[in-house]
């Protein structure tokens, strides 16, 4: 990664200052340098021609900066690939750093879990986005997110390096969007302000990327990356938006701070006059990072429930996990009678109720006599209601399979249930199945599409009430607080990552029960096919965890909660005002730069 001043460096010579109309070129706010102000003519050039400048002369001029070439008055537009290779080509160096910034970011999530990083890679792309024109920025942050999304989502190979790249560009064109938004909002006067905007814009493109296409994807959210950091007990005033918002403002300030004093090289030198913008950036994000330790973190319990958390392992990783049918149940079920046998000697406490994870039941209990009657024999030797993960076919619908898990009690047998609301696009549903599978074959591996369900996951397992959420419905803001404020005392995460084992993945889902339960003030419970099972407390803290792909079981005594956070209360209209701040941030850039082209020609 490069220094701070490489980087303000590279973003320098196109900042506000030097393509703001009015600015008077090689001026004291820009580096007088040969390659300044032609990356200043190139940019105001590209910039004409995204307005839509027109005039054949007006248009060669902008197809041609950055070569040195001047176009003849009848030169036709080059096309739009012409144009774009162009632009790459002109935009070489800065899109390394953005790479590079991004691949940095990538670091800041596990299993390298480099949080700092975060806020390295914010400021970095801040500053090559700064003074630069809306295409310009929005390839800037293209460059910058795939490079970060195939370094975070590698774990995905497992199924295919084509679905690590076609998800990765999906999601960085997000981050695309986003780009051409920094840049828009540099311009904006008042640059005090500027990483407000920069914040708000990570918060709307994470808004956004969350909930489209289909149902959106959540991985890569800056608070992901900071369940650890000084930043995380923001989560319990505004959830996760309000930590990737630290997160955003505290990099966005430092890049402030940077940008000023880099000027200052070029405009009669060093004073602590001049330095006080500087000053104040970095006083501003310290104060961000401060704020964190000022939370108060409620953790004081209610109630307690001694719990055993079941992991019964798979046969082997990736995408053939399941190995023969009754293999995962019997696993399982073994695992729970090795802990009744060490109940029933005195060498164990008997837990109060017991979990299983996500599809520990790999066939239907109420379809095949042979896993109910398993089972049920494992529940009856605990003698405790057991949490069973499995997969169920819908009872209406045929050809639809439910994704549930199902309270078990060892007199009355299976009970209550909840089924999981978020199905995972082309994982356990195939959008498009009878046009898509016939030119990716590789679909067919998903032979039946899950049915959403429609309830929350509130249940009550034996003397405790448990919010389940199942494997990746952790990520989603609004599942487990809409299971919070439904009377979870506890929250329950049953996940199978089996598929992904020993790749990452494991340890990215992990994080965000750490932050979960800061979020919630509730103590998070993950229970694993394979790895990695864990308890974590209200505060965030992992009391304890097992590796991956062995049989284990964890027993634990866990805090029972009833009150609710400010997250709670407040519930997604952080996120929903930050974002529209964001978004109306761009809307007055690109106003004032219309009314000041406006002048312009009428001057």
């Known amino acids: 990664m490069p220094s701070g001043s490489d980087t303000t460096a590279e973003a320098a010579p196109t900042g506000p200052d030097a393509d703001r109309p009015g600015q008077r070129p090689g001026s004291a706010a820009t580096p007088p340098t040969g390659g300044a102000v032609e990356g200043r003519d190139a940019a105001e050039s590209d910039e004409s021609g995204a307005a839509g400048t027109t005039g054949a002369g007006t248009a060669g001029a902008a197809g041609a900066a950055g070569t040195g070439v001047a176009p003849s008055t009848g030169e036709r537009r080059p096309g739009r690939l012409r144009r774009l290779g162009l632009l790459a080509r002109r935009e070489a160096r800065r899109s390394a750093l953005a790479a590079v910034s991004g691949l940095a970011l990538g670091l800041a999530f596990p299993p390298f879990g480099v949080w700092p990083l975060s806020l390295v890679a914010v400021a970095a792309l801040a500053l090559l986005t700064h003074g630069r024109t809306a295409r310009q920025g929005a390839w800037t942050g293209f460059a910058f997110g795939l490079p970060f999304f195939l370094l975070l989502l590698k774990w995905l190979s497992v199924v295919g390096w084509d679905a690590v790249v076609g998800l990765s560009i999906i999601e960085a064109a997000f981050l695309a969007l986003m780009g051409a938004g920094l840049a828009l909002v540099s311009r904006l006067p008042v640059p005090a302000l500027w990483p407000l905007w920069t914040a708000c814009l990570w918060v709307a493109e994470e808004w956004a990327r969350d909930r489209v296409p289909f149902g959106g994807f959540p991985w890569g959210r800056l608070a992901f990356a900071n369940t650890g950091s000084p930043y995380t007990p923001l989560a319990a005033l505004g959830g996760a938006p309000l930590v990737t918002f630290g997160v ?74 399941l190995g023969r049918p009754m293999m995962i149940l019997d696993n399982h079920a073994k695992a729970t009678l090795n802990l009744a046998k060490d109940v029933k000697a005195g060498r164990i406490a008997k837990p109060d109720l017991v979990i299983w994870p996500e599809n520990a039941s790999d066939l239907d209990p109420f379809q095949y006599r042979e896993a109910y009657a398993r089972i049920d024999e494992a529940v009856r030797a605990i003698g405790v209601p057991v949490l069973v993960g499995a997969l169920v076919d819908h009872p209406t619908k045929q050809g639809y399979v439910e994704n549930q898990g199902i309270v078990w009690d060892p007199k009355s047998g299976p009970g209550a249930s909840y089924t999981k609301q978020h199905p995972v696009p082309f994982g356990e549903y195939v959008p498009f199945r009878q046009e898509l599978s016939k030119i990716i074959t590789r679909l067919q591996r998903v032979p039946r599409d899950f049915y959403p369900g429609d309830h929350t996951g509130v249940l009550k397992v034996g003397p405790a009430r448990l919010g389940d959420v199942i494997c ?107 974002a529209m701040v964001g978004v109306l941030s761009c809307a007055a850039a690109i106003m004032i730069g219309r009314r000041g082209r406006t002048d312009e020609k009428g001057q």
């Open 248 to 321: 955003a403002l505290t990099g966005g300030a430092l890049a402030c701070a940077a940008l000023v004093l880099w000027r200052l090289r070029g405009a009669g030198g060093f004073s602590a006059r001049r330095a006080l913008p500087a000053a104040g950036a970095v006083a501003v994000a310290a104060a961000v990072t401060a704020a964190g330790f000022a939370v108060p973190i409620p953790t004081a319990a209610d109630d307690s429930v001694d719990i055993a958390v079941v992991q019964g392992n798979v046969q082997q990783p990736g995408m053939d996990f």
């Open 472 to 578: 990746f419905e952790v990520a989603y803001d609004e599942i487990v607080r809409d299971t919070v404020n439904a009377g979870a005392r506890a929250i329950v995460v049953q996940t199978n990552n089996a598929t992904y084992g020993r790749s990452g993945q494991p340890e990215q889902q992990l994080v965000m029960s750490k932050l979960r339960a800061i979020e919630h003030g509730r103590p998070v419970i993950t229970a694993a096919t394979s790895g990695i099972s864990a308890v974590v407390s209200p505060d965030g803290t992992i009391e304890q965890r097992t590796k991956e792909f062995t049989q284990d079981v964890l027993t634990a005594r866990i805090p029972l909660r009833d009150g609710k956070t400010l997250a709670d209360r407040v519930g997604a209209i952080p996120e929903w005002v930050l």
